[in-house]
């Protein structure tokens, strides 16, 4: 099983969509959380922790299942500015600050 | 807050040369800085964690003494690509750690831009 695994995608989905990803992690140990955003050719900019009580910022909504190992990312009302790769990411569990980073999903948001 | 740089952000070399890269953090100090390869497609692949002053911790399967890592600073750590061959070819990242851990998490890393590598 990969340490941190991601819906394949590509997701293409119009404006104003709500759209969904998912993902999972094999670390039980793990204690931090995040998603991040990476622009075509760019660097990955973090988009939100994800704490176990579920946050929301705006637009989105992260949430985490730690009896699963399971952690998602909610987009509503999609606009084109959100089309880039969503990765999930997910420390190491250990004193050593290493982050795992999921593949990623293209989301292409369409006029 | 939290800026990291990069420097080259893009650099083509020929085959056999060595190609360093420069991550700094710019307004905090980062006893702990973190290099990253991305093939086109793929996700970030961890190579190697610096530690300021101490020798570099290197993935499995990444080659040390092909990637010298060298953190002399609290704010500056370069990635040293030696006799760098077209395989070699990527986009390399660096990130880092807040000494004092603070940010939106414990663990957040702050990510430089990036320098993309072509090796002729």
């Known amino acids: 099983r990969k340490e941190v695994e991601q819906d394949p995608g590509p997701f293409n989905v119009p404006e104003g969509a709500t759209v969904a990803f998912n993902c999972t992690y094999s670390?039980?140990?793990?204690?931090?959380f995040f998603w991040y955003r990476q622009d075509c050719r760019k660097e990955p900019k973090l988009l939100m922790s994800?704490?176990?009580s579920g946050n929301e910022d705006g637009r989105f909504t992260a949430q985490l299942n730690r009896a699963s190992q399971y952690i998602s990312l909610l987009i509503r009302d999609s606009k084109l500015s959100d089309s880039a790769t969503y990765l999930c990411v997910v420390d190491s569990g250990g004193s050593n600050y290493k982050l795992t980073f999921g593949k990623g999903t293209l989301l292409t948001v369409n006029p | 807050g939290a800026v990291v740089s990069q420097h080259p952000s893009r650099v083509i070399c020929k085959s056999g040369t060595s190609v360093k890269i420069e991550c700094r953090s710019l307004?905090?100090?980062?006893?702990?800085m973190f290099w990253y390869r991305q093939f086109p497609k793929q996700s970030l692949m961890l190579m190697a964690t610096s530690n300021e002053g101490s020798k570099a911790t290197y993935e499995q399967g990444v080659e040390k003494d092909k990637f010298l890592i060298n953190h002399a600073s609290l704010t500056l750590s370069t990635l040293t690509v030696t006799s760098a061959h077209p395989e070699d070819s990527s986009f390399y990242i660096c990130s880092a750690r807040d000494q004092y851990g603070v940010g939106l998490s414990y663990n957040e890393q702050f990510f430089g831009p990036g320098t993309r590598l072509t090796v002729l």
């Open positions: 994800v704490y176990s």
């Open positions: 307004d905090f100090q980062a006893t702990t």
């Open positions: 670390n039980s140990a793990s204690q931090s």
